[in-house]
């Protein structure tokens, strides 16, 4: 028997083509040895946001030495801030740096989020991107950009520069559409460009998962009806697989092939926001049914300790897609609108972020005085 059998999250990649990442980063993972462990366990890669990072500054003293020396050198607040984070990536993506190599530069990735304030402006994105890129200089880092109206030509831009980028806050088809196009169009005028370069581009799209269950489910408890009721539970699944469907067509098509050609690497679906609000639904929900090839699942740390404990794998993403365009056409029956579900989560996504964002830096400053 081999060892990966005993390894659920080693098995997802080998058996079911999808790479488990962790949803998480704090100092303590770096300077106790936790992601040797993790890695170890069969991850594949990490992501972090604004919230991760002002959880994991508040509560752990492991950043006050820097902190201070930071503060004592003259930087500001948000520069402090900025050097806190450039350091927790820098030495994650040193940890991941071998998985990188070794996978061809499939996985290994870490992932760090502009400033949150920059949701709605173009080319402050685009600028704040570039200067992470330049400033981390390391090839396995992913700088996240949030998937707004704002944030799509900002994508096609830093695609096209040759940077690494995991577009995120993505809550409907629509947008996850514009996403792809802007990937496949930035990576055309890299081609043409820096032809050399495409093969070292990588890229994911974070699809949002449980929060459109928990907008959705709650509106349809509001409706109250049999019809309504059973549709519970089951709009983010089916919204996903339709997602996926989407992939394929898109990145088998034409325009995708000339690329393929070039070496270039598609843009994998990371589902994101796995873990399950409602305690009534299944905590592995939001991994055993969306397993598919060329996907990332992006794991909190509950979600992936009950996953090694009782996930299931098999290739679930492409089973009942009809059911999945059933359950879409369902909602509208009852007045639900995904565009502007979406538009609406977007909204919230990206208040939360700058609510953690600025939650910390007043932190920060109180702790200057």
């Not at 806050?169 to 370069?197: E, N």
């Not at 049999?226 to 996903?240: F, R, V």
């Not at 009809?322 to 609406?344: K, M, T």
Request: hydrophobic fraction near 40%; include cysteine; proline fraction near 4%.
């Amino acid at each position: 028997m081999s060892t990966s059998q005993h390894q659920p999250l080693v098995q997802l990649f080998e058996v079911g083509g999808q790479s488990p990442w962790l949803d998480n980063l704090k100092r303590e993972y770096i300077a106790h040895g936790d992601f040797e462990r993790v890695l170890a366990s069969g991850i594949r890669g990490l992501t972090s946001n604004p919230t991760i990072f002002q959880k994991a500054i508040e509560g752990s003293d492991l950043y006050d030495d820097q902190f201070h020396q930071c503060i004592a050198q003259g930087l500001t607040i948000e520069e402090t801030y900025w050097e806190l984070v450039k350091s927790d990536i820098v030495a994650a993506a040193d940890i991941f740096a071998p998985l990188y190599k070794q996978s061809g530069g499939l996985d290994g990735y870490v992932s760090v989020e502009v400033s949150p304030e920059l949701a709605h402006d173009t080319l402050g994105t685009i600028n704040a991107a570039q200067l992470l890129h330049d400033q981390i200089a390391c090839p396995n880092v992913m700088i996240k950009i949030p998937a707004t109206v704002e944030g799509i030509p900002a994508i096609e831009e830093v695609i096209s520069r040759g940077i690494n980028i995991n577009v995120t806050l993505i809550f409907s088809v629509d947008r996850y559409a514009d996403v792809m196009k802007a990937y496949i169009q930035g990576l055309s005028r890299l081609a043409a460009t820096a032809p050399q370069r495409v093969a070292h581009v990588g890229s994911v799209a974070s699809f949002f998962i449980s929060r459109v269950d928990s907008e959705i489910d709650k509106r349809l408890a509001a409706i109250g009806s049999d019809s309504a009721t059973q549709l519970m539970g089951k709009a983010a699944i089916a919204q996903a697989k339709v997602a996926y469907q989407l992939f394929e067509r898109t990145f088998s098509g034409e325009s995708w092939h000339k690329l393929s050609q070039a070496g270039a690497h598609v843009q994998r679906p990371l589902w994101a926001s796995t873990s399950t609000k409602n305690p009534s639904y299944p905590d592995t929900m939001y991994v055993d049914q969306l397993i598919g090839p060329h996907s990332v699942n992006t794991l909190p740390d509950q979600t992936m300790d009950a996953f090694i404990q009782r996930g299931t794998i098999s290739t679930t993403i492409t089973q009942d897609v009809q059911r999945a365009h059933e359950v879409w056409d369902a909602l509208s029956q009852c007045d639900i609108d995904p565009n502007e579900i979406a538009q609406q989560l977007e909204t919230e996504g990206v208040a939360s972020f700058q609510k953690s964002f600025r939650d910390l830096l007043a932190v920060l400053a109180a702790k200057a005085k």
